[in-house]
């Protein structure tokens, strides 16, 4: 069995910083690309930023310079450390191994 479980999210205001969640079980991360998501109301579902490879990483353009993805293979365990939140960063923030979702983790940004 494959489970993700995001976690991290909550309510910060403008500038403030959120630091992201995903544990595994039944997979190995550090054998995957490993991308997080995120979904605002009425909107598309888009990718923030991925990793994989030794350490490899890519982001959007949206967060580039705010956001920082990374993973502790000992952990099997991924991070994304938001700095700089914005309100149009509000969403819920998914990750994806292995066409596996986790159910997300809810970042509201807001004074």
């Known amino acids: 069995q494959v489970q993700l479980v995001e976690s991290g999210g909550g309510l910060v205001q403008p500038g403030g910083s959120l630091r992201l969640s995903c544990a595994a079980s039944?997979?190995?991360?550090?054998?995957?690309?490993i991308g997080w998501f995120r979904q605002a109301p009425g909107k598309e579902r888009e990718l923030v930023a991925a990793?994989?490879?030794?350490?490899?990483?890519n982001y959007a353009d949206s967060v580039k310079g705010r956001f920082t993805v990374s993973r502790d293979n000992a952990k099997n365990t991924v991070y994304l450390q938001m700095n700089n939140l914005k309100p149009e960063d509000t969403a819920v923030y998914y990750c994806?191994?292995?066409?596996?979702w986790g159910k997300g983790t809810l970042v509201t940004v807001s004074s």
């Open positions: 039944g997979i190995i991360f550090s054998s995957n690309v």
């Open positions: 990793i994989f490879g030794v350490a490899s990483t």
């Open positions: 994806n191994c292995a066409n596996y």
